[in-house]
C-alpha cells in the first residue's frame, strides 16, 4: 500500500484519488481553498482519504502527485517533497497560465520547470495527456487485446519505473518517452496528447511530435 499526497483536486486529481483508491492505496488530498472545503469529495472517496493542507498532504504522501493549474507550480511545497517521487500532471494552458516564455519558445518543458523548483525530488510525467474521467474507467489486464497506454519521462529511473508500475496496476501500458527534456513530445497540442491509443499507437504519436506548435 502506498499513501499519494494529492495536490488538487480538481479532476485529474480527483480521479487519480478514486483510481488508486480502487487499487488499495490511501489518498491525502489538498486544495489551494483549504481542507473543510473537500468535504463532499472525501465522502466519496471513502475511508482511504482524507484531506489536508498541500504541505500536510505533501509531507504525508509517500509519492505525490502535482495536479494543479501550471501557473501555480511554484506553489508546489519544496521541503516536504524532497527525496521523494513526485508525479506531474501538468499541462500549460497560456490562455488560463498566462505566458511563459520559455515554454512558447520551446526552451523548456512544464515537467522540467517542476523539477527544477522541486531540485532534491524525482519528477516524473503522469497522467497529463488522458481525459480524466478515463483514468479509473479505461484500464484493462496486462495482456489485453488493444491495451490503452500512456507516457511517462523523467530524468530518474526510479520515478520513471514507479510510474510504469502504477500504470500497469492501473490498467495501462507505458512508453517511456526518456528524460525530461523529451517530455515535451506528450504536451498539449502534440498527437499524443488526449487520444485514445494502444501502445504502438503512442509510439507512433510520440514520433510525429514536432517541437514548437
Known amino acids: 500500500m502506498t499513501t499519494f499526497g494529492i495536490l488538487g483536486a480538481g479532476h485529474i486529481g480527483s480521479n487519480v484519488a478514486k483510481a488508486v483508491i480502487a487499487h488499495g492505496h490511501d489518498v491525502v488530498i489538498a486544495n489551494s481553498r483549504g481542507p473543510e472545503t473537500l468535504a463532499a469529495l472525501v465522502a466519496e472517496l471513502g475511508p482511504n482519504a482524507r484531506a489536508a493542507t498541500a504541505e500536510e498532504a505533501a509531507a504525508a504522501g509517500d509519492v505525490a502527485?502535482?495536479?494543479?493549474?501550471?501557473?501555480?507550480?511554484?506553489?508546489?511545497?519544496?521541503?516536504?517533497?524532497?527525496?521523494?517521487?513526485?508525479?506531474?500532471?501538468?499541462?500549460?494552458?497560456?490562455?488560463?497560465?498566462s505566458h511563459f516564455a520559455e515554454l512558447d519558445a520551446g526552451e523548456a518543458t512544464t515537467t522540467g520547470l517542476l523539477q527544477a523548483h522541486l531540485p532534491a525530488s524525482k519528477v516524473a510525467k503522469a497522467?497529463?495527456?488522458?481525459?480524466?474521467?478515463?483514468?479509473?474507467?479505461?484500464?484493462?489486464?496486462?495482456?489485453?487485446?488493444?491495451?490503452?497506454?500512456?507516457?511517462?519521462?523523467?530524468?530518474?529511473?526510479?520515478?520513471?519505473a514507479f510510474v510504469e508500475e502504477l500504470y500497469d496496476?492501473?490498467?495501462?501500458?507505458?512508453?517511456?518517452?526518456?528524460p525530461l527534456a523529451d517530455s515535451w513530445r506528450v504536451e498539449r497540442d502534440r498527437p499524443?496528447?488526449?487520444?485514445?491509443?494502444?501502445?504502438?499507437?503512442?509510439?507512433?504519436?510520440l514520433a510525429k511530435g514536432t517541437r514548437t506548435i
Do not use: C, W
Open 192 to 205: 499524443a496528447y488526449v487520444v485514445r491509443q494502444n501502445r504502438e499507437e503512442l509510439v507512433a504519436n
Open 65 to 97: 502527485l502535482v495536479a494543479v493549474p501550471f501557473g501555480k507550480y511554484r506553489e508546489v511545497p519544496v521541503a516536504p517533497l524532497a527525496g521523494k517521487i513526485v508525479l506531474d500532471a501538468n499541462n500549460y494552458y497560456f490562455e488560463r497560465d
Open 127 to 160: 497522467f497529463n495527456h488522458i481525459m480524466a474521467a478515463d483514468i479509473p474507467t479505461t484500464g484493462s489486464p496486462a495482456g489485453s487485446a488493444d491495451r490503452r497506454a500512456l507516457a511517462t519521462a523523467s530524468d530518474s529511473a526510479e520515478a520513471a
Open 169 to 178: 496496476e492501473l490498467g495501462f501500458d507505458t512508453v517511456n518517452v526518456g
